[in-house]
């Protein structure tokens, strides 16, 4: 299946960018300025933050709902003192990188309780594994067919 939705065509095109231009898997290198590690964590942090982004609060919030450890602390969660490994996702949040993929994964799959269809979410699973999320971009009649639904919205 292939993304058809605007705002996830939008996010997978970063997700690609970050494919294209990061450093190697498991490198260290600089990404868009930063100096970054191209790892697990890395990916999960980069487009949880991004999904995030200007609503913070909002997002996280439900996600941390979903995202509760057995300890009833939340994998995305505004305290950062038990995180092992706590990535900043902005606005006084964070992610527990410390985690296995699977557990990363499941975490990833809540994306779906806060809008985002299930086809994203097998998207940014497989982005976080590190592998490749070409297949889900859109054909080129399902790309003009979001764009005109873009177009449409704008009149």
Known sequence: MKIKNPVE?????????WV????EDGRKGVYEGDKKVNSQMARAAYILKIIGVAEEDKIFNK????????????????????????LDLGGGWFFEGGTSLSQKQNILRHLNKIGYSSVFVSCVEEFVAGRS???FFPTEKEADE??????NSET
């Open 63 to 86: 996600l941390a709902i979903h995202c509760r450890r057995n300890d009833g602390n939340s994998y995305i969660s505004k305290t950062s003192n038990w995180m092992e490994k706590p």
């Open 146 to 151: 979001i764009l005109r639904k873009i177009q």
């Open 20 to 23: 294209n231009n990061a450093p």
């Open 9 to 17: 065509a939008f996010l997978i095109s970063l997700m690609q960018n």
């Open 133 to 135: 999320v070409v297949d």
